[in-house]
């Protein structure tokens, strides 16, 4: 499932329209479903919003995993355009590989805590 059906499912269980949800954080309702479909994903204070209204983590809405919580500034720094392009396959990529990808970058940064 993509980052954009979670988006949807989500917004659906909790029963808010997509143009209340889009008014709320200020963005356009277009723009919210074309997040919802994948076309364009969001930014770090959008996610970071979207993910307060529903109640969830940038974790699940990103990689589906209900069980982990990654730091904020994990996802700042990975959603950040300077970095994204090193990660522009990501949104492709099996949950598990996105675990993992997740878990060497909280490694580097605990190494880089220690030096």
């Known amino acids: 499932m993509k980052y954009g059906d979670r988006l949807k499912k989500i917004r659906e269980k909790k029963g808010l329209k997509q143009k209340d949800v889009a008014e709320k954080i200020g963005i356009k309702n277009n723009t919210l479903s074309s997040y919802e479909s994948s076309k364009r994903?969001?930014?770090?204070?959008?996610?970071?919003?979207?993910?307060?209204?529903?109640?969830?983590?940038?974790?699940?809405?990103?990689?589906g995993n209900e069980h982990t919580n990654s730091p904020d500034e994990m996802w700042k720094e990975f959603l950040d355009p300077k970095t994204q392009?090193?990660?522009?396959?990501?949104?492709?990529?099996?949950?598990?590989?996105?675990?993992?990808?997740?878990?060497?970058?909280?490694f580097i940064k605990e190494r880089d805590k220690k030096n």
């Open 41 to 63: 994903q969001p930014d770090f204070n959008t996610l970071k919003e979207l993910s307060e209204i529903y109640e969830t983590s940038i974790d699940y809405i990103i990689t």
């Open 85 to 106: 392009i090193f990660f522009k396959d990501l949104q492709n990529a099996p949950e598990d590989k996105i675990d993992e990808l997740i878990r060497f970058w909280e």
